[in-house]
């Protein structure tokens, strides 16, 4: 799988929106864009994934540059549950039988 | 449906003892995969699982590791002899099958520490 480019930390306040970016030059055209976040004690959970259009959902938008080189997940409004580690991830949509790979993330942190 | 559930949460053994973990996946799920992760980092794959067949280990996973998953349900995942270096968080997950479409579901891990 291609390999994901995030900063290491970020820090937001809280109930304001947060943009935590990824870069992914080496995209190809059939890898999807996933992302998922790790709570403090917890497994990591899914939040989004995406291919070439952005993406919705009650957790998190997914905006996806046209180049499909970057990528950002949009948190419209930051709490404090949402400080967490949080991965993106690029999958080959021609590869089910290919596990996540998991690099190391940005770890974000939420300020009241 | 209760998740993904692990057993123990916490495990602390000696070095050179073995040590065995459970896990039960959702229970329409094919697909079931460990992962082990350190502090500071990501989780690393280990083995996964699609139903009873164990399709693909990891290099990670020495000798001494062994997982099963009997009839396709529940997974164990043993270490024998286990070493300081052992010590992590193995993590469970499971998925209803391969496409993208099919988001992991994890559960909340068992800490090992060995002393």
């Known amino acids: 799988d291609a390999k994901t480019t995030q900063p290491n930390s970020m820090e937001s306040n809280e109930e304001e929106p947060v943009h935590l970016p990824c870069n992914h030059s080496t995209i190809s055209g059939t890898d999807y864009i996933h992302w998922y976040r790790q709570l403090p004690s917890q497994g990591p959970e899914y939040v989004i994934h995406?291919?070439?259009s952005n993406v919705n959902n009650r957790m998190a938008s997914l905006a996806i540059a046209e180049d499909r080189k970057s990528s950002t997940l949009i948190l419209h409004r930051a709490t404090l549950r949402d400080a967490a580690v949080y991965y993106c991830?690029?999958?080959?949509?021609?590869?089910?039988?290919?596990?996540?790979?998991f690099g190391k993330g940005t770890r974000l942190s939420v300020i009241a | 449906d209760t998740g993904v559930s692990q057993d123990p949460r916490h495990k602390i053994t000696k070095r050179g003892q073995n040590v065995t973990f459970r896990c039960d996946p959702i229970?329409?799920?094919?697909?079931l995969y460990w992962y082990r992760q350190t502090l500071g980092q990501g989780p690393e794959f280990l083995t996964y699982f699609q139903n009873e067949a164990q399709l693909e280990k990891s290099r990670l996973l020495s000798d001494r590791f062994s997982a099963e998953r009997p009839k396709g349900s529940f997974s164990t995942l043993e270490i024998q002899r286990t070493e300081q270096g052992d010590s992590a968080m193995y993590l469970c997950?499971?998925?209803?099958?391969?496409?993208?479409?099919?988001?992991?579901?994890f559960g909340s891990g068992t800490r090992l520490t060995v002393v």
């Open positions: 229970s329409e799920h094919n697909r």
């Open positions: 995406g291919l070439t």
């Open positions: 997950a499971s998925s209803l099958g391969a496409l993208n479409f099919y988001g992991y579901t």
């Open positions: 991830i690029l999958r080959d949509g021609n590869s089910g039988n290919t596990p996540l790979v």
